[in-house]
T-cell receptor
Framework: DGGITQSPKYLFRKEGQNVTLSCEQN?????MYWYRQDPGQGLRLIYY???????QKGDIAEGYSVSREKKESFPLTVTSAQKNPTAFYLC???????????????FGDGTRLSIL | QQPVQSPQAVILREGEDAVINCSSS?????VHWYRQKHGEAPVFLMI?????EQKGHEKISASFNEKKQQSSLYLTASQLSYSGTYFC??????????FGAGTQVVVTP
C-alpha cells in the first residue's frame, strides 16, 4: 500500500545536538511538507518542497533545515539553534498543486521529539 | 494568517448534529478539512474550491461562503467514529495552507 513513513516515532534530543527526522513516501507525489504541531495550536508549516532539489521556508523555518535529493524523501533536521524543539512533527505529501492549494495532503504518523 | 475555528470543543451524544466554523480575515481560494484522532496522523476529509461549494463525506458535509470568508463543517447524526480533532486549512492566493487550532469533538454513546 502507498503511504508516508516517518521515523522514528519517538526521538530525544540532548542540548546542542542536531537530530534528523526521516520522511519517505511511495505515493509518487511531487510536493512534500513538514509541519510542527504543539498542543492547542494546530499545524504550522516549517518547510515545503514542490520539486526535487528545491524547497521553500514556511512560517517557522528558523532552527530547521531540509533537503530534497530524491522525490521520495524529505528529511528534516532540527538544529541546536531551535531552542524549543519539543513538539509533534508531521510530514505530508500531495500531488503538485497550482496556486490555490487544491490538492489533499496525505500525512505520516508523526515523530514526537522531546528534549532530554 | 491562521484561520479561527469555533467552537474549541464540542461534546455530542450519538445521533446528534454539530457545526464547526472556520473563519479567515483574508479572501480564500480553498478550504481543506481534516480529522485527527489522538496520536495519529490527520486524515483528509474534503476540499472546497469555489465559493458556495458544498461537499459531503458520508454524513459529514461542508460549505464554503466566499463572501463571508468562512467555511462550516456539518456533522449529521454523529457516530462514535466521528470523535477526534477537526482542523480546517485555508489558502489565499499563492499562499500555502494555514491551519486552524482545531475543534475537539467527543461523541458519547
Amino acid at each position: 500500500d502507498g503511504g508516508i513513513t516517518q521515523s522514528p516515532k519517538y526521538l530525544f534530543r540532548k542540548e546542542g545536538q542536531n537530530v534528523t527526522l526521516s520522511c519517505e513516501q511511495n505515493l509518487n507525489h511531487d510536493a512534500m511538507y513538514w509541519y510542527r504541531q504543539d498542543p492547542g495550536q494546530g499545524l504550522r508549516l516549517i518547510y515545503y518542497s514542490q520539486i526535487v532539489n528545491d524547497f521553500q521556508k514556511g512560517d517557522i523555518a528558523e532552527g530547521y533545515s531540509v533537503s530534497r535529493e530524491k522525490k521520495e524523501s524529505f528529511p528534516l533536521t532540527v538544529t541546536s539553534a531551535q531552542k524549543n524543539p519539543t513538539a509533534f512533527y508531521l510530514c505530508a505529501s500531495s500531488i503538485a498543486e497550482d496556486r490555490y492549494s487544491n490538492q489533499p495532503q496525505h500525512f505520516g504518523d508523526g515523530t514526537r521529539l522531546s528534549i532530554l | 494568517q491562521q484561520p479561527v475555528q469555533s467552537p474549541q470543543a464540542v461534546i455530542l451524544r450519538e445521533g446528534e448534529d454539530a457545526v464547526i466554523n472556520c473563519s479567515s480575515s483574508k479572501a480564500l481560494y480553498s478550504v481543506h478539512w481534516y480529522r485527527q484522532k489522538h496520536g495519529e496522523a490527520p486524515v483528509f476529509l474534503m476540499i472546497l474550491l469555489k465559493g458556495g461549494e458544498q461537499k459531503g463525506h458520508e454524513k459529514i458535509s461542508a460549505s464554503f461562503n466566499e463572501k463571508k470568508q468562512q467555511s462550516s463543517l456539518y456533522l449529521t447524526a454523529s457516530q462514535l467514529s466521528y470523535s477526534g480533532t477537526y482542523f480546517c486549512g485555508t489558502a489565499d492566493s499563492w499562499g500555502k495552507l494555514q491551519f486552524g487550532a482545531g475543534t475537539q469533538v467527543v461523541v458519547t454513546p
